[in-house]
T-cell receptor, first 113, second 118 residues
Framework: GENVEQHPSTLSVQEGDSAVIKCTYS??????FPWYKQELGKRPQLIIDIRSNVGEKKDQRIAVTLNKTAKHFSLHITETQPEDSAVYFCAASTLGNFNKFYFGSGTKLNVKP | GAVVSQHPSWVICKSGTSVKIECRSL??????MFWYRQFPKQSLMLMAT?????????EQGVEKDKFLINHASLTLSTLTVTSAHPEDSSFYIC??????????????FGPGTRLLVL
């Protein structure tokens, strides 16, 4: 099955700095990669996603890049704010196979004011 | 739109009893729902895929007789933890695909159910 690895497990940045979280996946059939943000005690919320037919997607301060050859994708958050503090999960999925998600281990991001 | 609810939000039960958790898609139809288990400060582990009108498919290592899943309608899936033991204590989260809207790749998550087995 799919194996998703995520790094780092914790990340602390100063407000205004950028944060980068990286994930690798093992199954070359995976073609959909969402990122979820989970605040303490709350449900995971989708923040951005990317399909395998594009290499980069951006939404305001958040961007995701995908390297299919190397089987890795990354989340980039620019101009971080304290409200960005949360746990971020990457996931890999093969659309058409019930779209099952396999999640990375999560990154706890702490943005210091 | 795309709201998923779960009930109960938390439950405490005695060892040996069974507990049922409901997952509902409130404003969309979901032929497929997913059940995850999340340990403290850990990732979401996919337990099973719940398909409306058919049997659930379980991930390797998940006991189907232990975690019974029923997806009887397009908006409701239930997870029953049978003969619960303390090691079953965890945070259980469901998600649902909005299969009526586009390719339906997005999963919308419920708020989770915290189970404590004494």
């Amino acid at each position: 099955g799919e194996n998703v690895e995520q790094h780092p497990s914790t990340l602390s940045v100063q407000e205004g700095d950028s944060a980068v979280i990286k994930c690798t996946y093992s199954d070359s059939a995976s073609n959909y990669f969402p990122w979820y943000k989970q605040e303490l005690g709350k449900r995971p919320q989708l923040i951005i996603d990317i399909r395998s037919n594009v290499g980069e997607k951006k939404d305001q301060r958040i961007a995701v890049t995908l390297n299919k050859t190397a089987k890795h994708f990354s989340l980039h958050i620019t101009e971080t704010q304290p409200e960005d503090s949360a746990v971020y999960f990457c996931a890999a999925s093969t659309l058409g196979n019930f779209n099952k998600f396999y999640f990375g281990s999560g990154t706890k991001l702490n943005v210091k004011p | 739109g795309a709201v998923v609810s779960q009930h109960p939000s938390w439950v405490i039960c005695k060892s040996g009893t069974s507990v049922k958790i409901e997952c509902r898609s409130l404003d969309f139809q979901a032929t497929t729902m997913f059940w995850y288990r999340q340990f403290p400060k850990q990732s979401l582990m996919l337990m099973a895929t719940s398909n409306e009108g058919s049997k659930a498919t379980y991930e390797q290592g998940v006991e189907k007789d232990k975690f019974l899943i029923n997806h009887a309608s397009l908006t409701l899936s239930t997870l029953t933890v049978t003969s619960a033991h303390p090691e079953d204590s965890s945070f259980y989260i469901c998600s649902a695909r909005d299969t009526g809207d586009g390719p339906g790749e997005t999963q919308y998550f419920g708020p989770g159910t915290r189970l404590l087995v004494l």
